[in-house]
């Protein structure tokens, strides 16, 4: 039970540059969420999906795009990198949404534009 | 106005001694959480609670509802309790408020 997987670990892009940062769960958790944390700051909340084909923006979605094909992936789109999208990245994904229930974490992504 | 305040944000101590770091909420909440950020930037979840006082081991977490105070107190800390913990409160979609964080170094 590998829990919410997370790539790549680091990464430095150039500004203009795509990616995409890869996240998949193997709990079967329909809620799933994108993370930016910067330094100082808490987690802020940039896209999130309540299960396969639905999502929705969050507090900071500007300059990012996500789908949700299956229940496992999740994966998060940068298209034109800028400097303020450097930060730490977290997916997480949750069993349910009543209070109780808390989040699994991945490992977390590096990103670095310049 | 953060919906979440943590104190102190920094916290430097000595191994053994015994450690509060506190949380202050202004929504109305039915569970709190606390996470637990590694050095390496992993995520854990510790607590949840929803009234009165959880334990696990070394590490108590508390709650007051009727004051939106929660603490998380370590005794006899140990330098691999270094971490950054973090409170979190849902709101009122599916997500949480997320504090910023106190910074734990424990020093042997």
């Known amino acids: 039970n590998a829990g919410v997987t997370q790539t790549p670990k680091f990464r430095i892009l150039k500004i203009g540059q795509s990616m995409t940062l890869q996240c998949t769960q193997d709990?079967?958790?329909?809620?799933m969420y994108w993370y930016r944390q910067d330094p100082g700051m808490g987690l802020k909340l940039i896209y999130y999906s309540v299960g396969a084909g639905i999502t929705d923006k969050g507090e900071v979605p500007n300059g990012y795009n996500v789908s949700r094909s299956t229940t496992e992936d999740f994966p998060l789109r940068l298209e034109l990198a800028a400097p303020s999208q450097t930060s730490v990245y977290f997916c997480?994904?949750?069993?349910?949404?009543?209070?109780?229930?808390?989040?699994?974490f991945g490992s977390g992504t590096r990103l670095t534009v310049v | 106005k953060n919906e979440v305040e943590q104190s102190p944000q920094n916290l430097t101590a000595q191994e053994g001694e015994f450690i509060t770091i506190n949380c202050s909420y202004s929504v109305g909440i039915s569970a709190l959480h606390w996470l637990q950020q590694h050095p390496g930037g992993g995520i854990v979840s510790l607590f949840m609670?929803?009234?009165g006082k959880k334990k696990h081991g070394r590490l108590i977490a508390t709650i007051n509802i009727q004051e939106k105070h929660s603490s998380l107190h370590i005794t006899a800390s140990h330098p691999r309790d270094s971490a950054v913990y973090i409170c979190?409160?849902?709101?009122?979609?599916?997500?949480?408020?997320f504090g910023t964080g106190t910074s734990l170094t424990v020093i042997p």
């Open positions: 997480a994904s949750r069993l349910g949404t009543e209070t109780h229930y808390g989040y699994t």
């Open positions: 979190a409160v849902p709101n009122t979609g599916n997500q949480f408020y």
């Open positions: 609670l929803s009234s």
């Open positions: 709990m079967n958790h329909n809620y």
